[in-house]
């Protein structure tokens, strides 16, 4: 089953800010939560590593900054401000970790099950 989203615009200065403590330092999340699909901003602060190993698939385009992905299986890659990745759920199992602080765009959602 398929979503309708209309169109919209998303004007990100009027969404609230949610505080998720990391292991170390802290990400702060604003959410638009649509049928099946789920869009955030979301900054990681200097130091920032995730408190989780994460299982759910993801597009993220990093906009400012850098990141790490940890994979628990061993090894990682970095991407920087202009660089995305995309894994569909239950693929993988990653964390991120942020030495100088990022901004990311992060889309989720069904289109990412098995």
């Known amino acids: 089953m398929s979503a309708h989203i209309p169109f919209q615009t998303i004007d990100w200065s009027a969404v609230e800010k949610t505080v998720h ?64 990745y995309v894994v569909s759920d239950e693929l993988s199992s990653h964390r991120s970790v942020s030495a100088t602080g990022v901004k990311l765009l992060i889309v989720d959602g069904d289109f990412l099950k098995p």
């Open 21 to 84: 403590p990391g292991e170390n330092g802290t990400a702060w999340w604003q959410t638009l939560q649509l049928p099946g699909l789920r869009i955030r901003m979301v900054t990681y602060s200097p130091g920032y590593l995730a408190d989780h190993w994460c299982q759910k698939g993801h597009v993220v385009h990093c906009l400012e900054g850098a990141f790490i992905s940890e994979f628990e299986n061993g090894g990682s890659v970095e991407l920087s401000a202009g660089m995305s």
